[in-house]
């Protein structure tokens, strides 16, 4: 069965310094994923998504950035944190036939 | 462009009564439509889909849906709610004219159950 992990779960940073967070996905190949952020426990935005190695399309012009190296590996950074980069950020993936989004648990990002 | 809207920030029911949290989309092509469910600090879990075929779809946990298509909705039902039920809800179009690569979630509509 498919899994999908992101760490860290939980980072609290200060502003200005740099941001890696990880997203790897087991149990399927090629599959189309996604960064989205979740603001105040509200509603999702789209902030990346990518369909294949070194493929990234970005959807918020914004202080961060995404990459691919591997076809089951996405990864979100910045090279300098904002305090409006706090939030909790997810990552996904599609799965080709039912159309539906599987979430990984998140990762709560805090700066300050 | 495609876009779901959520009007109730909140909803409130008693245990054992019917709930309804409503959704409605906007698309150029034929809806793929979705709800998901989030219980604190966790990531979204998928509840239901309507893509084609009977206008009433039945999920997990006892949810069921109801695609309007003259209305452009698609309201979240169940029949008797739990406590348990109490979480975050959100509706979701995929953006077809992207090649489905896109998923749009609404702001998501908040719900208690109380006991």
């Known amino acids: 069965s498919q899994t999908i992990h992101q760490w860290p779960a939980t980072l609290v940073q200060p502003v200005g310094s740099p941001l890696s967070l990880e997203c790897t996905v087991e149990?399927?190949?090629?599959?189309?994923l996604y960064w989205y952020r979740q603001a105040a426990g509200r509603g999702l935005q789209l902030l990346f998504y990518s369909v294949g190695i070194g493929q990234i399309s970005s959807e918020v012009p914004q202080n961060l950035s995404a990459s691919r190296p591997q076809d089951r590996q996405f990864i979100l950074s910045s090279k300098k944190l904002l305090l409006s980069d706090s939030g909790f950020y997810l990552c996904?993936?599609?799965?080709?036939?039912?159309?539906?989004?599987?979430f990984g648990e998140g990762s709560r990002l805090t700066v300050l | 462009a495609q876009s779901v809207a959520q009007p109730e920030d909140q909803v409130n029911v008693a245990e054992g009564n019917p709930l309804t949290v409503k959704c409605t989309y906007s698309v150029s092509g034929n809806p793929y439509l979705f709800w998901y469910v989030q219980y604190p600090n966790r990531g979204l879990q998928f509840l239901l889909k309507y893509i084609t075929g009977d206008n009433l779809v039945k999920g997990s946990y006892g949810f069921e849906a109801e695609f309007n298509k003259s209305q452009t909705s698609f309201h979240l039902k169940k029949p008797s709610a739990l406590v348990s039920d109490s979480a975050l809800y959100f509706c979701a179009v995929r953006d077809t004219n992207t090649g489905g690569f896109k998923t749009i979630f609404g702001a998501g509509t908040r719900l208690f159950v109380k006991a």
């Open positions: 996904a993936w599609i799965s080709a036939n039912t159309g539906e989004l599987f």
């Open positions: 149990g399927t190949s090629n599959p189309n």
